[in-house]
């Protein structure tokens, strides 16, 4: 009977500790987001001269009535990487009124085999390119 108690108390008490140290997150079953991604501006240099090199030229200078120079872009500077992200993805129609070149900038420059982290590393490199 004496094992008995010993063996309820101990019981009792491991799930106490149990539950003291279990994660007492209230977001429970709340969907987690993905770590945001790290570019890396050397490997977004060769995406970029692979890709958006066509529009925005060698240095990211831009080219006249295509793409716009990055060097010295507000608008780079001036947006989150979030931000930059979505816009790269989604792309701005020559018709629409923030649209300054008159020509279209496809979705993803027009390359849809870029991954996200491609995309991280072109605006890596954006940054980088910043005056």
């Known amino acids: 009977m004496k094992l008995l108690?010993?063996?309820?108390?101990m019981s009792t008490c491991a799930g106490l500790l149990?539950?003291?140290c279990a994660d007492g997150d209230s977001n429970a079953g709340e969907p987690v987001s993905p770590p945001a991604l790290v570019g890396d501006a050397t490997a977004g240099k060769m995406v970029y001269e692979g890709t958006c090199v066509a529009c925005h030229g060698p240095g990211a200078v831009g080219i006249t009535?295509?793409?716009k120079?990055?060097?010295?872009s507000d608008f780079i500077r001036n947006n989150s990487d979030a931000d930059l992200m979505a816009f790269i993805k989604q792309g701005r129609l020559a018709t629409d009124s923030d649209n300054t070149t008159g020509v279209d900038m496809p979705a993803m420059g027009g390359n849809k085999e870029l991954?996200?982290?491609?995309l991280a590393d072109v605006i890596a490199y954006m940054?980088?390119?910043?005056k």
């Open 69 to 72: 120079d990055w060097t010295v």
């Open 5 to 9: 108690r010993i063996t309820i108390v």
């Open 127 to 130: 940054r980088t390119v910043q």
């Open 115 to 118: 991954t996200d982290q491609d």
């Open 65 to 67: 009535g295509l793409g």
């Open 18 to 20: 149990l539950a003291a």
